[in-house]
C-alpha cells in the first residue's frame, strides 16, 4: 500500500485525534463524529494543468451552530519546496467549488520544518503584503517521540513511530508503540490500523531487526508479540482472499468455468508469492541479506501452510540457518 493510501486509512480511522493533535482549537469547535468524507474531489495543477485528487477533503459541522467548515489535508511521504504554492491554489479552487470556509493541513512523514506549527506563505511588494495564506503544518519526523508517547490519543502512538527517538533505539520505540496500543481497549479493527501503520513504516533490519526479535522474547513483552502475530495473520489472510478474488473474478469475466478453475488457481499463486515475499523481507529486516541457498528453498515452496508454519518461527531462531534445522524444507 502507498504512503498516502496508508495515512489516509489511518487519519480517517482516528479523524478526531488527528485535529485533537494538529489543530487543536479548531478541534474544540467541530462536530468531528460528523465528518464527512468527499471523495475523489479533482483539482488543477498550476502550471502543468495536471488534474489531481486532493488527499483528503471532509466537511464538517460547527459546534452550537449549522454552519460547515472543510478540512483539507495533504500528506507527503518527504517534504519538498513549493508546497506552501500548491496548498495555496488548492485553498482558492476549493473556495470557489464550496463556497465554504476551509482549514488546510499540511502532514509531512519525513523532513520539513521541525514539529508542529504554522506556516505562512506571503507575496506582495516590498514590505507590502497584498496576499497572505496560512496553513497548519505537522513534520514528524521534527518532533520527539518521547513527547507524544505519554498522550492519550491512539494516533500519537502510530505517529511517535516516525519521530525522533531520543535516547531509545528504533527497536525500542517499535516496542513502546506497540506496547500503547497493546494496552489501549479500543477495537481490534482500529487497533489493526495502528499496527499496520507502525509495522509498515519501522522496518527493522542488521542489529536492529536482531534486538527488537531480543526484546520480543522478553517475558514482558510476551502479550507484544502475541499481537504482532496476531496481525501477520489476518495480514495473510487478507492477502490470500484477495488473491483468490482477483482470481475468481478473472475466471468469471472469461465466462468459462475452466476460466474460473483457473482464476482461481491463479489467485492462490498469488497468495502464496505475497507469502513468500513476506517470509523473506522479515528473513531480510532481521538478519540482513538472505543466503542464497535459503532464499532458493523459500522460492521452491508451493504453499501456503509451510510458508506460515516459517513466519510464525521466525521470532524464535538465531539464525537463518537455525530456521532450516528447526523444520526440513521441502526442496519444491
Known amino acids: 500500500m502507498k504512503h498516502d493510501q496508508l495515512a489516509k486509512t489511518l487519519i480517517t480511522a482516528f479523524y478526531a485525534d488527528f485535529l485533537a493533535l494538529v489543530a487543536p482549537e479548531s478541534a474544540r469547535r467541530l462536530r468531528l463524529g460528523e465528518a464527512s468524507f468527499l471523495d475523489k474531489e479533482l483539482f488543477t495543477d498550476q502550471p502543468t494543468g495536471d488534474r489531481r485528487e486532493l488527499d483528503l477533503l471532509a466537511r464538517v459541522p460547527e459546534e452550537g451552530s449549522s454552519r460547515l467548515l472543510l478540512v483539507h489535508i495533504e500528506i507527503e511521504a518527504r ?36 514539529g508542529l506549527g504554522v506556516a505562512l506563505l506571503e507575496e506582495g511588494f516590498e514590505a507590502e503584503a497584498t496576499r497572505t495564506f496560512r496553513y497548519r503544518v505537522l513534520s514528524l519526523s ?12 491512539p494516533l500519537a502512538w502510530a505517529f511517535a513511530a516516525l519521530m525522533h527517538s531520543g535516547t531509545w533505539s528504533r ?39 536482531a534486538e527488537y526479535q ?16 496476531t496481525w501477520l495473520g489476518k495480514a495473510e489472510a487478507r492477502g490470500l482472499k484477495m488473491g483468490l478474488k482477483q482470481g475468481v473474478e478473472k475466471g468469471r469475466a472469461e465466462g468459462l468455468a475452466k476460466g474460473v478453475r483457473e482464476g482461481v488457481r491463479e489467485g492462490r499463486a498469488q497468495a502464496v508469492e505475497q507469502m513468500r515475499q513476506m517470509v523473506l523481507r522479515r528473513l531480510e529486516q532481521r ?15 508451493k504453499t501456503l501452510g509451510p510458508l506460515a508454519e516459517m513466519l510464525e518461527k521466525l521470532a524464535l531462531v538465531r539464525s537463518p540457518d537455525d530456521l532450516l534445522a528447526r523444520r526440513r524444507l521441502p526442496e519444491s
Not at 180 to 200: F, H, P, Q
Not at 219 to 229: G, L, S, T, V
Not at 287 to 301: L, Q, T
Open 79 to 114: 517534504a519538498r519546496a513549493g508546497i506552501g504554492e500548491r496548498l495555496s491554489e488548492y485553498y482558492t479552487q476549493i473556495r470557489q467549488r464550496h463556497r465554504l470556509l476551509v482549514l488546510p493541513i499540511l502532514l509531512n512523514l519525513r523532513g520539513g520544518r521541525p
Open 142 to 153: 521534527g518532533c520527539r517521540a518521547a513527547e507524544w508517547l505519554p498522550r492519550p490519543e
Open 171 to 209: 527497536a525500542e520505540l517499535k516496542v513502546e508503540c506497540l506496547r500503547r496500543v497493546r494496552s489501549w481497549d479500543g477495537a481490534e479493527s482500529r487497533k489493526d490500523v495502528l499496527i499496520n501503520w507502525i509495522e509498515s513504516y519501522v522496518q527493522l533490519a542488521g542489529e536492529d531487526a
Open 214 to 229: 531480543r526484546l520480543l522474547s522478553q517475558k514482558d513483552n510476551e502479550e507484544i508479540r502475541h499481537m504482532e502475530q
Open 287 to 301: 538478519f540482513g541479506a538472505v543466503p542464497d541457498r535459503i532464499h532458493a528453498r523459500i522460492r521452491g515452496m
